[in-house]
Each structure stands twice: as C-alpha cells, then as structure tokens.
C-alpha cells in the first residue's frame, strides 16, 4: 500500500476511498447487484422470456407428458386443444407449436391417468395371448378399465347456450357416420349408435317446429333449424355407397366421434326435458324391423311426480333469495292477466255490434286498434305469423313418396312442417291409392304407375323452395317432367351480393300479395344486443330473466361488469400516456 504519512491518509494508516465519478453513477457499473436488479431488471436466461416461454414443440409436449403421439392427438381431440403458430415463426419450419399453459392443464387431465391404467392393460392382455392364455385374455378384456367424458363436457360448455353454438359440428359429424356403412370404423355399433342420434334429434325438431330452411347442393343437404334462440346448420349427405378411401384417417375421426356422442346425450337430454318429453326415447322394435324412420319412435311425456319433486327441491332452496324477484314477476303477471281481460272484453262488444262478421276478422280488428301504437306488440304479431308458418305449412297435404326419393329425409322434412307422409312398405300408415293424397313425390322421368286426378306430381325440389318462401308455391314449374326452375340458396343476402335472380323477384312478388311476412336474417353481435333500444321485442324477456336471476350470480355479472369498465378505464389511460410520449418525442 506504501508508505503511510500524516496529513494526507487517516489515522488507522488505510488509504481513503476514492471519490466516485458522475459517470460511474450514471452508468451503474460500480453499482452493487441488488441495487443494479432494482435499477436496471434481472437478467433473463435464452428460452425462459418471451415466445421461446409461452410455445412449444409437439415433440417437447409429447416428452413432457410421457405419452404416445397417438394418445397425444386423442387429449387434444377430447379436451378442445389446438396447435397455434407465433407471432415471429421462421418461415420454412414444419413444426407445430402449442402454448405451454395447455399442456401444463393437460398435465393434469384425469384421462391421461387412463390411458396410462389402458396401456398397462393391454400389455397384461398380451402377455396371455403370448403364453396361450386366450380364454384368461378373453376374461380380462371383457374387464377392461373405462372412462367417460362427462367432465369434459361439463368443462367446455359451462352454459347451455355454448353448447347449441357448438353443435353444428357435432351433428355434421353424426349424420355422416350414419351414413356410412360398416367398413367406416370397422364397427357396426358405432353406425347404429349415430343413426339413433339422428333419429333422436330429428324427432325432436319435428315435435318442436323448429325447422327454417332446406337447400339441397351438390355436397347434400343443408338444414337450418332455430334452437333455443340459436340457429344451427349441418349438412347431410346423400344415400349413396360410400368407398373407403385411404386419404380419410377414420381413427382421428373416431375419435372426434367419440366426444361428440356424449356431448349430443348431453345436448339431447337437456332439449328433451325442457319439451316436457322423456329421454331416451323408446323405440318400436316392430317398426324399426320394417324400416320405419321416425315412426319407430315413441314419444313420452315426462312423469308428473318427477315434475313436482324438481319444482319442491327448486323453491325450497331458492325461495329465501329471491323474494323480492319473485313479487315483482308476480306482479307483471297480474298486469298481463288485466290487460288480455280487457281485450276480452273489447273483442266481446265488437262481436255483439257486428252480426254477421267472422270471429277471426273482429280479433284481428280489435287486436290492432289496442296495439296500434306499440311497436313490441306488432313484432310479436309478426312473429306469432312465422311461427303459425312453420307449424301448420303443410297442414292438410298428404305425401306419398316414390321409391327413388329420399323418404328418411324428405319425411322429416314435411313432418316438421306439419304434414303427412306415406311410401310403399309395411311400416306407412297409407298407400298410394288412398283417396286423401294430395301430392305424390315423383323423382324420375317416366312414372310406372298410372296417375289418379284430382293429385299433384311434384319433383321434390317444390318441398325446398316453399319451405325457403314460408308460402306453397304453385305446383305448375315443377310438375313431373318439366324443366325445374333454379333451386335458390336461402343461405345467400341477394343484397350483399348486388345481384336479384329473376326467380327470387318472382318469389317476392308472391310473398307479397300472400302477406307473408319478411324475415330479417341478419345476425346482431352481442354489443348490438345489448345496447339495443327499448322497443326491441326480447327486451322484456331480458330484463324478466334479470329479475329471475338468483341473487348470487346477479352479484357475481355485476362484479364483471364493473371490472370490465375499470379495464376500459385503465387502456384509455394508457393510451394517452403513449400518445403524450409520443408527442414529446415528434417535438
């Protein structure tokens, strides 16, 4: 250290620190190392910040969980897991990322244990099928571990309202398997299994009038039907015989299939015990023999204890919550009551006045001198129209269908709008001699059978289009071996596309002077439902079920509510900073 004198050193005989320059403190690099972590931020590792954390490899995640890619793609399948690309992908790369939070909640799937409890299994079977222990094998396998996916179920469709979303795939899915012969799957059990969903859920359609629109295209044929307020599109194929390609892996559908039949008795239970019918529903093993479509169905209607045991355990736990909801529900009740006794009343008098009016024109004029000036009640007139449309189209018309036309298709069709079917075959309730057959269903050009007059021979196209135009159109255009007008998709907005065919110009001339009343097919987002004004039809009904809403989850929407204003809130600040920095920055 040298020599130590007095004056210029301290006492002890140390040196005195050297003063620290300003740029040192500027820099911080004689800084200590939590002061320098406060200051400046720790420094991260490669791989562990950024897209290199949150993605990984198929690979990695299949090493990570221990298991085979094909009970990998199984997990994913069953638990709704996607591969998803980042933002800064190289481009040239085949590989398929995940996020590392879905594989860490697959980490922890209760199926991933029973695949490995199966795989343990199989390897015991084997082991007796190698030593020749068939019948011990057989004995085991008949023992073998099962699962279900009622938790998954639950847990990817929490609200009932997700679930109808959801299932357009799900009934594309079914139909197509019913559709197909054995050689699919190679099970015959599984194809049974999908046309008793098809059957099911048709039936269900049929017996609630909840069909929209039919479009056959060349793919098949597209339904529409309106359930519990949600619109739901699936296609079914045509009946043809369908060739096992070797491009299609049936096993990854299998597997989509297998979620998918749970998810349907889950839908279908619900459907069925909100129409007041049981599930499932029995089915006539007669009629099925003679193959019976929808006939060999029987309908039941729920049990009235299980009713009245339900309605006892509702009131009993939610009766002390909502008391105050319940009053208030009452009293709109009461005031409804009122007001349709004073329309009574009023559709009284104008009976007695007129003598020799019809019942059906004095409602009608009573009706829109009360609602002359409430625009809810006119939609609801509007609506109560459609509804009478769906229900009662074919009201009155008998069918019989050719051997060449679709009849499982073509007889759900006309049932569900409020006709009456009949076919050659031991399971129709009437032939094509009966004297009530109103149109036969005629699908080739020359008719080996001998017309009777006084019927309509109608190519199954006219079904579609009157179904599409909510009116019976007339039956001259598509008479048996004539040229079909074109067959319009009721799927396509003419006004989107700036193009009117011909034919719909027609169409809409007729809708007019039959006063059938126009449906606006657009689709509202969320936003616009909720800002909606007051003269919006649902209103009521919305604020009804806010009232009906237990006091809990009127708390727990009141709370989101509230934070999703303070997110709001929070970006706006946000985002005026920037702008503010930004300024000073330009300046």
């Not at 020599?3 to 200590?32: D, H, L, M, N, P």
């Not at 060999?296 to 309605?311: C, F, G, L, N, Y």
């Not at 609801?380 to 269908?401: D, M, N, V, W």
Request: glycine share 6%; aromatic share 8%; net charge positive.
């Amino acid at each position: 250290m040298g020599k130590v004198t007095s004056g210029k050193y301290g006492e002890k005989g140390r040196r005195k620190e050297k003063k620290k320059s300003i740029k040192t403190k500027a820099t911080g690099k004689a800084v200590g190392s939590r002061r320098r972590t406060a200051r400046m931020g720790k420094v991260q590792k490669k791989g562990h910040r950024g897209e290199a954390a949150t993605f990984i490899t198929r690979s990695q995640a299949v090493r990570r969980l221990q298991v085979t890619l094909r009970d990998f793609r199984r997990l994913c399948i069953l638990r709704g897991i996607h591969p998803r690309d980042p933002k800064k992908k190289s481009q040239g790369t085949n590989k398929t990322y995940y996020h590392v939070k879905d594989i860490m909640h697959l980490k922890h799937e209760p199926l991933l244990e029973k695949f490995m409890e199966f795989k343990a299994f199989m390897k015991k079977v084997r082991k007796c099928v190698g030593r020749d222990k068939v019948h011990q094998a057989q004995d085991m396998w008949e023992n073998r571990p099962t699962y279900t996916l009622h938790h998954v179920v639950r847990e990817r469709y929490p609200h009932f309202e997700d679930a109808i979303a959801d299932m357009d795939d799900a009934l594309c899915m079914v139909h197509l398997f019913a559709n197909l012969s054995a050689e699919g799957l190679g099970k015959h059990e599984v194809t049974k299994m999908c046309e008793r969903l098809c059957r099911e859920f048709q039936n269900y359609v049929v017996h609630t009038h909840s069909l929209r629109k039919v479009f056959f295209s060349v793919k098949g044929i597209y339904f529409q039907a309106e359930i519990a307020g949600e619109k739901v599109t699936w296609v079914v194929p045509y009946r043809f015989s369908h060739a096992k390609t070797e491009d299609v892996d049936y096993k990854v559908m299998g597997t989509f299939l297998e979620f998918y039949d749970t998810f349907m008795r889950f839908v279908m239970f619900k459907l069925y015990h909100d129409a007041g019918l049981q599930y499932p529903p029995v089915l006539k093993e007669d009629a099925d023999a003679n193959a019976a479509h929808l006939g060999a169905i029987e309908i039941r209607k729920r049990d009235a204890t299980t009713d009245k045991a339900e309605e006892e355990s509702s009131t009993s736990t939610g009766e002390t919550s909502d008391d105050h909801a319940g009053r208030e529900v009452e009293e709109r009740m009461k005031s409804l009551s009122s007001k349709m006794k004073d329309i009574r009343q009023t559709s009284e008098n104008a009976q007695e006045g007129e003598k020799d009016g019809d019942e059906a024109s004095t409602n009608k004029i009573v009706a829109e001198d009360v609602f002359a000036d409430d625009e809810q009640a006119k939609a609801l007139q509007e609506k109560q129209k459609l509804i009478e449309i769906y229900t009662s189209l074919f009201a009155g018309c008998r069918f019989f269908l050719n051997r060449e036309c679709p009849r499982e298709t073509l007889e759900f069709i006309i049932r569900a709008f409020g006709g009456e079917v009949g076919w050659d075959g031991a399971s129709s309730v009437f032939g094509y001699n009966d004297a009530a057959v109103t149109h036969c269903v005629v699908d080739r050009p020359k008719l080996n059978r001998k017309k009777i007059e006084g019927r309509e021979y109608v190519q199954p196209q006219w079904i579609a289009d009157c179904i599409n135009a909510r009116m019976l159109l007339p039956t001259a255009p598509y008479a048996h071996g004539s040229a079909l007008p074109p067959h319009l998709s009721p799927f396509v907005n003419d006004a989107e596309e700036e193009y009117v065919p011909e034919y719909r110009e027609k169409i809409s001339e007729l809708q007019a002077a039959a006063g059938v009343p126009v449906v606006d097919d657009k689709v509202a987002t969320k936003s616009e439902s909720v800002d909606a004004e007051d003269g919006d039809v649902h209103a009521e009904a919305r604020s009804l079920a806010k009232i009906m809403m237990p006091a809990k989850k009127r708390k727990l929407h009141a709370y989101i509510s509230k934070k999703r204003e303070q997110k709001t809130k929070d970006a706006e600040k946000l985002n005026k900073k920037r702008m503010k920095i930004k300024d000073k920055r330009r300046n």
